[in-house]
């Protein structure tokens, strides 16, 4: 016989991992007669390698036992002082419903079966002197934790997907042939603002904005009939409260699926999101203005003055120094613009608690991976902002799978930095906690590592420069300090220290 060694607690706490099939099945024989149980004990390990059977002789005891182990099946005879078994049923029932529970007793009538079945009893044997009689429990009892396990299994699953439905950043939907909506989680109603089942039967168009509904429809149908269809729509959508956030939709034809039978939508709000576009579009014009003005207007009055030295140097000329004196307060005036123009482009972030693995999976889905790989290698909570750290995190996975092979095979991973875990080269690992976004592409030479951070510069066809330069603003916005170094796996591997971790 063994002792158990599971933890307490651990089959019935919420949320917690069920057994697996192929564990060990821990089985609890309760008998007043101490040699009884232990001769019952030895018969059934001896007819299964996977059975681990402890024993005890009283009720109290075994009920702590369940308390403290995790247990698969208890087996107990009926005839015991104090409490019955039937009564001990009774108290196991209360505590969990569903484990197993065998009455294996030498005192059998068709009253106590009968009884034994009313209060819910797994199955009922009766003792005999014929050892056969194990194997038969033996392999009831194996029947009964399978059928326990997989109920289990499929209740955590449920359990699971109920809370990953509930807290998702995304509204996910089943919409019909003709547009209605046939199911919509209940993030709705914290995302969309309606009550997920008022909205069953309506027409999802009805909620897009009459100047964004045509092209989502054409896009809808136009997947309704090419099953092969991953189309993305983006519109406008109407909140109850009159405003419309920018959703973003990205939908799978199941028609022909039995399970589904309709059209699987996920959709979640990018408002925020496309204000940081419309501002870094904004951004970028104002770089294309001070590019100008420094490559034209600051050099104008450069030239002047430059000018206008050479001649009072030539001919005395007080006037040229007037000339000068011009130069130098135009440049003046231009350069009080231009930071004008910068310190107009600062936003201070709004932090909160971000899930590293979380955003950086919401990243993942809003870029275009192609055959690229996703790896989250840890995780933790950050205080940062949400919206940028995954503008960021996009940004870079976005520039791995552009400058990985032409196949566009590569692998990013994501994780929190650890003395310089996962680094090539031998220069220290950051200061300060942090995480790394590392990738096994091409790499970046070491000769360009600064000048990729600067606004226009791109080494692939397709970039526009901007890029990197963007997640050195959101780094430094947040205080972050950023370094590129190799990775083991032959890329790039970009690391953010002095990242603060969020409020546990």
Known sequence: MSEFTSSPGERDTDGAEPSAQDD??????????????????????????????????????????????????????????????????????????????????????????????????????????DTGQYSVLANRIANAVEQYRAKRAVEHTRKRFDKLVHNSTDVISIISADARFEYLSPSAERILGYDPEEMVGEYIFDYAHPEDRQQAMERFFESVQDPDQRPVVQFRFKHPDGSWPVLESRGRNLLD???????????????????REEELQRHNEQLEEITSVISHDLRNPLNVAQGSLDMARETGDDDHFDRIDRSLRRIDEIIDDVLTLARQSRDDPETEAVSLALVAESAWEMVDTGDADLRIEESAGLEADESRTQQLLENLFSNAIEHAADDGDVTVRVGLLDAGAGRCDDAPAPVG?????????????????????????????????FGLAIVKQIAAAHGWDISLTDSTDGGARFEFSGVEPADE
């Open 24 to 129: 060990p099945i821990a089985i609890l024989v309760v008998d007043d007669d101490e040699d009884l149980a232990e001769l019952t004990a030895t018969y059934l390990e001896r007819a299964r390698d996977d059975f681990d059977v402890g024993t005890e002789t009283g009720v109290a005891p075994a009920l702590d036992r369940l308390e403290d182990d995790r247990i698969d099946c208890v087996v107990s005879d009926y005839d015991m002082p104090g409490m019955d078994g039937l009564t001990f049923l009774d108290a196991v029932r209360d505590r969990y419903p569903d484990l197993p529970f065998v009455l294996f007793t030498g005192k059998g009538n068709e009253e106590i079966a009968s009884e034994a079945i009313s209060a819910g009893v797994t199955d009922y044997l009766q003792k005999g002197s």
């Open 257 to 275: 699926d039995p399970h589904i039978e309709g059209f699987v939508v996920n959709s979640r709000d990018i408002t925020e999101r496309k204000r």
């Open 433 to 465: 906690r942090g995480f790394y976004v590392a990738d096994d592409g091409r790499g970046i030479p070491a000769d360009d590592r600064e000048a990729v951070f600067e606004s226009g510069y791109s080494t692939g066809e397709s970039g526009t420069g």
